[in-house]
Structure formats: structure tokens, C-alpha cells
């Protein structure tokens, strides 16, 4: 079945530094690609959704110059967290479409401190 | 809007079916009906999806009332792995994103 690797599985940063995470589908193109962000005990919040080629789209209240998304190719997205803070620590999930259906990353555990 | 209600938490015995049930009286006559479920600290995973029919696949079973205001994920025989937070999800064809609800918290008992 379908693959999407996310990296790093966990990374912690120190306050004010910008933190890189990618998605990879490994085995199939992904034109359009989602970034959700998971705070504990919550559910999955959808964040942007990243567009090949093109500029991502951001759900109401996500600052795009905060949470940069680049979707250069059809197998990688990059979201990157700049000048984090430890309010921007969650756990960060992406997902690519597959055909009619979404697979998803494991996704990456941010800790700022 | 997540457009699904679910109970927040259920149990079940290992070995018996475990029965979630999805509430989604606005569901239009364009919208898809999606399972996830989600182990602790991973990424969702896919479970099945239908339009209006019945399916079944070798995770699950998924039954959708005939007016489609509700549906039911049917897990067979469930095991201590199924534990999980378990997400209905009502996509509209066209409409690429997927909006999650709160889930429901499965917990299978030995």
C-alpha cells in the first residue's frame, strides 16, 4: 500500500530557532499533500494544505509566515516551524492523497524548550 | 465543522465484535464516509471508507443506514491492538480536505 515517510520522528529546539520537518510519499506522486498539528488529548487539526508547484493554502487562524510549507516536488513537503516557541510544541502529521483515500505520516513530536 | 458525532469512549472484550457507531444526519447525498483510527503517538491509520453501500475489508466492516444519517465500523473479532482512538469522517467528493471530529476512545479488554 501507499507510503508516506515523515522525518525527523522527534526533534526538540531551542526557543527562536526554526525547526524543518519532511513528508515523503515513497511509493506514489502526491500533488496535494495536508499538515495537521495535534495538541495532547486533542484531535487532529488541519493546519495547510500544500499544493505541488504552487503556493499552500492555510486554515483560518495558521500564520503562514510562522509555519513555512514548500511542496517543491511531487514526492516532498517540507513544513518548517520558524522562530519556534514552546507554544508551537505539538505533534505534527502529514497526510498525502491516494487515490480516493489519505495515508498518513507517523508523524514528528516538537518539543521547544 | 467536523459534521460527525461519536461517543467519546467505549469498551470492549477481546475476542467479541467491537461496534463504533457515527452519527451524520447532514450528510449529503456527495459525501464519503471515512474510518481512521489513531494508536498513541502515531499517525492515523486508514480503515475503510463507503458512498452509501456496505463494505468490508480485511480490517472492518462498515454499515451505513439507508437514509446515510449514520453508520456503524464493525471490527470483528477485536484485540488488545485495536486499541485506539477511532475518527468518523464526512468528506464531500471534490472537497480534498479531511476534518477530524474527537473520536471515540476504544479500549479492548483482555
Known amino acids: 500500500g501507499a507510503v508516506v515517510s515523515q522525518h525527523p520522528s522527534w526533534v526538540i529546539c531551542k526557543s527562536g530557532t526554526s525547526v524543518k520537518i519532511e513528508c515523503r510519499s515513497l511509493?506514489?506522486?502526491?500533488?496535494?499533500m495536508f499538515w495537521y498539528r495535534q495538541f495532547p488529548k486533542q484531535s487532529l487539526m488541519l493546519m495547510a494544505t500544500?499544493?505541488?508547484?504552487?503556493?499552500?493554502?492555510?486554515e483560518q487562524g495558521v500564520e503562514k509566515d510562522k509555519f513555512l510549507i514548500n511542496h517543491a516536488s511531487l514526492t516532498l513537503s517540507t513544513l518548517t516551524v520558524t522562530s519556534a516557541h514552546p507554544e508551537d510544541s505539538s505533534f505534527y502529521i502529514c497526510?498525502?492523497?491516494?487515490?480516493?483515500?489519505?495515508?498518513f505520516g507517523s508523524g514528528t513530536r516538537l518539543t521547544v524548550v | 465543522d467536523a459534521k460527525t458525532t461519536q461517543p467519546t469512549s467505549m469498551d470492549c472484550a477481546e475476542g467479541r465484535a467491537a461496534n463504533l457507531p457515527c452519527n451524520h444526519s447532514?450528510?449529503?447525498?456527495?459525501?464519503?464516509v471515512y474510518w481512521y483510527r489513531q494508536i498513541h503517538s502515531q499517525g492515523p491509520q486508514y480503515i475503510i471508507h463507503g458512498l452509501k453501500n456496505n463494505e468490508t475489508n480485511e480490517m472492518a466492516s462498515l454499515i451505513i443506514t439507508e437514509d446515510r444519517k449514520s453508520s456503524t465500523l464493525i471490527l470483528p473479532h477485536a484485540t488488545l491492538r485495536d486499541t485506539a482512538v477511532y475518527y468518523c469522517?464526512?468528506?464531500?467528493?471534490?472537497?480534498?480536505?479531511?476534518?477530524f471530529g474527537t473520536g471515540t476512545r476504544l479500549t479492548i479488554i483482555p
Open positions: 500544500s499544493n505541488e508547484g504552487s503556493k499552500a493554502t492555510y
Open positions: 469522517i464526512v468528506r464531500e467528493f471534490g472537497n480534498e480536505k479531511l476534518t
Open positions: 497526510s498525502a492523497r491516494d487515490g480516493l483515500g489519505y495515508t
Open positions: 511509493d506514489f506522486q502526491a500533488t496535494t
Open positions: 447532514t450528510i449529503s447525498g456527495n459525501e464519503y
